[in-house]
Nanobody
């Protein structure tokens, strides 16, 4: 059974930083893309960032230059370093894994197969 467990969320002041982690268990996903999406109160889930099996990355325009995604395939873990946080970044952040997805579709949540329970990030202004 595949499980994704996010950690690292919390409350931070605007301008601060957080590092999210997502550990995957149940099988190895070292050859599969992994991503982060988020859902703010009253809004739909949106793409944040994704990383391919060979570490090619994609970012939403709203987080470019502030967030960095990385992965440790040996640990089956993906990270999201979030710097210069803004109140608009407040959301539940979800980790996800895709079995097969093209680079051009990394932003599209419909292609992802496994999801974590989410971790809350709250940025106070």
């Amino acid at each position: 059974q595949v499980q994704l467990v996010e950690s690292g969320g919390g409350l931070v002041q605007a301008g601060g930083s957080l590092r999210l982690s997502c550990a995957v268990s149940g099988r190895s996903f070292s050859r599969y893309p992994m991503g982060w999406f988020r859902q703010a109160p009253g809004k739909g889930r949106e793409f944040v960032s994704a990383i391919s099996w060979n570490s090619q990355t994609r970012y939403a325009d709203s987080v470019k230059g502030r967030f960095t995604i990385s992965r440790d395939s040996a640990k089956n873990t993906v990270y999201l370093q979030m710097n210069t946080l803004e109140s608009e970044d407040t959301a539940v952040y979800y980790c996800t894994v895709a079995r097969a997805i093209s680079l051009s579709d990394l932003h599209n949540q419909r292609y992802y197969n496994y999801w974590g329970q989410g971790t809350q990030v709250t940025v106070s202004s």
